[in-house]
Each structure stands twice: as C-alpha cells, then as structure tokens.
C-alpha cells in the first residue's frame, strides 16, 4: 500500500478542544521501571514553546524513552515533532532500498511507513519488510557510520493483543558489567552487520555474508560516551549468527563467548520496560544508550505506523 495513503495520520480526529502548551502543564511520570517516562500535558499537534522544548529534551536525556498518549498528528505535525528532539532523516534501509531499484515515497522522505501490510493492504507475515516478525534486540541504524542519535514510532494501527515494544538502559548495562568484562571490552569494536534488518530479512541487493571479510557494515566501539550526558553506554548494536557481529581482534570462539554474555547480561528483564501501544502514541527513544525489540505481531491484525530517526554522530570510544 503506497506510503501516502497514511499521511494524513489521525489528525482528521482531533478534538475540537485544544489548549495551549505550557511549561506549567507538562507531566513527567517515569515508568518505575529501569527505562522510559509518560508525558502528560502536551499536545504535540499545536505548537511547542522553547521552555516547553527543552523540559522535553531534558526529560528524553534523563529517562532514555518518553510516551506521549492520545497524539492527533499528520505526517507534518508528526516531523515537527520529533523536530523537538533532533534533526529527522531518511533512515539506513530506505537508502538500501533506493540503491536497488526498489520504489520508494518521496513526499515525506524522512518518514517511514512501518507495516505488516501487503501492495493490497491486507496484513501478512512478510512484506519484504519487518512484517509481522519479531525484531529482536538492537539500536537502529548501527550498521551506519553515524547512527541515528534516537529515533521515534507513532501508531495509527495497532494490534489488540501483540507487537509490544521493550526498551532496556544500556548506561545500567554498563554500569553493572562484571569487572572481567569491562576489561575484556575495553578498548574494543565490534562488527555491525548492514546486509539484513532487525527481523532478519536480507536486505535488496546484498546476499548473506559466510566470512568476517563478507560483512558489510562499520565497526563500532563496544564502549562509548553519550555526546550530551557524557555518561559511559554499553553500545552492543545488533546480532545474528556469526559472522554477523564479532569483536575486532579476537578470534570467533572467544569473540562469540564475550558476545554471548554481552547479549545476555544487556537484554535482563530488570533493566527493560514494554510498552504497550494505542492508537495515538507516539514514542520516541534515545538510540545511543537504549536498545529495543518488538515481539511477533499478529498477521490477521494490521498495525501501522509512522517512523523517523535522527542526524546522530560517529560513535566516540569510552
């Protein structure tokens, strides 16, 4: 189904009723959990103040994640948006896309329409894309030289009962990291694979890589310093079968032990939160020091959503 079909989003809903945003009726209610706050009080539909904007940008740096419930955007109010919190750009599989051959809508190019819809609208298991799949954990974008620095999800569909979204704290990652394996990383990059997404579908125009040298993709420090909190993050990225991801310098057998208790300790439940969704959320995420995952979606149920991510930076060493 052509993205411009949802442009119009849920604005068409909007209550009639609408207030003014202030600094006095923002709402920041953290999750309770390791990850994520609510924000409550603002319309992201209507204009957002300077004092508003940074209460926001504060609140993103402090909790890493930040759900604002009951939003009527447009694709245009959408981007002014996620303006609040960085600079929207085209994302890493679009441009994939694109080099390929593969049609593409260039109305909103920094939106994406993120589906489990077939050409016909109906929802399926696989559309080439994500899908229904489960998109197992990763930070988006970590096959680029520059990976965004957050990125943000605004639901027009949702499914009643599947595709929740779980969000972890890489900064607590790291921080509770047993000493034999801060010192086993420290210093080190790893591999960061570009030839299939989050779901595992191979990307168009790329074949699955069988050798180190295969892999297409940068190699990014496993340690590095969040650029405006100067806060240390554990920066893991994404992971599929070897030699998808391996750590420079060592060799596959003590590379794919480290990775494996990497994995394992950064994916604990108590370091996590799951969102899950309603029409009209919109959720956006700091991808420097916070890794996602969705669960499978149901494919008799239609989920649809728009998707941005942000200008971020070459990932600095710890």
């Known amino acids: 189904m052509p993205d411009a079909d949802f442009f119009g989003g849920l604005a068409h809903a909007h209550p009639a009723a609408v207030s003014l945003n202030t600094a006095s009726r923002v709402d920041i209610v953290p999750t309770g959990r390791a990850v994520g706050a609510e924000i409550r009080g603002v319309d992201l539909a209507q204009p957002i103040p300077a004092d508003v904007a940074a209460t926001l940008r504060s609140a993103w740096l402090d909790h890493l994640v930040l759900l604002f419930r009951d ?57 080439g894309g994500l899908g229904s799949y489960e998109v197992v954990w990763h930070s988006d974008n970590s096959y680029v030289e520059a990976p965004p620095a957050g990125s943000c999800l605004y639901s027009l569909e949702v499914p009643t009962h599947s595709g929740n979204t779980s969000f972890n704290n890489q900064y607590l990652a790291y921080e509770t990291l047993p000493d034999d394996l801060k010192q086993a990383i420290a210093g080190k990059r790893s591999k960061q694979d570009a030839s299939r997404n989050s779901a595992g579908v191979l990307r168009p125009g790329l074949k699955v890589p069988e050798r180190p040298e295969e892999v297409p993709g940068p190699m990014h420090p496993l340690l590095r310093v969040h650029p405006d909190t100067g806060r240390t993050t554990l920066y893991l990225g994404r992971r599929r079968v070897y030699p998808s991801q391996f750590i420079e310098g060592l060799d596959e057998t003590e590379s794919e032990a480290v990775l494996a208790r990497l994995w394992a300790h950064a994916t604990r439940p108590e370091l996590s939160w799951t969102h899950v969704w309603k029409p009209g959320d919109f959720l956006v995420w700091d991808n420097r020091c916070a890794m996602h995952y969705r669960e499978e979606v149901d494919d008799t149920q239609r989920r649809v959503m728009f998707r941005t991510q942000f200008a971020g930076q070459v990932p600095v060493a710890a």
């Open 71 to 127: 939003q009527y955007l447009d694709a245009r109010h959408y981007l002014n948006a996620a303006r609040i919190f960085g600079d929207p750009v085209e994302g890493g599989a679009r441009r994939y896309m694109k080099a390929a051959g593969v049609p593409v809508e260039d109305r909103f190019p920094e939106v994406t329409i993120l589906s489990n819809l077939d050409e016909s609208g109906r929802p399926v298991r696989d559309n």
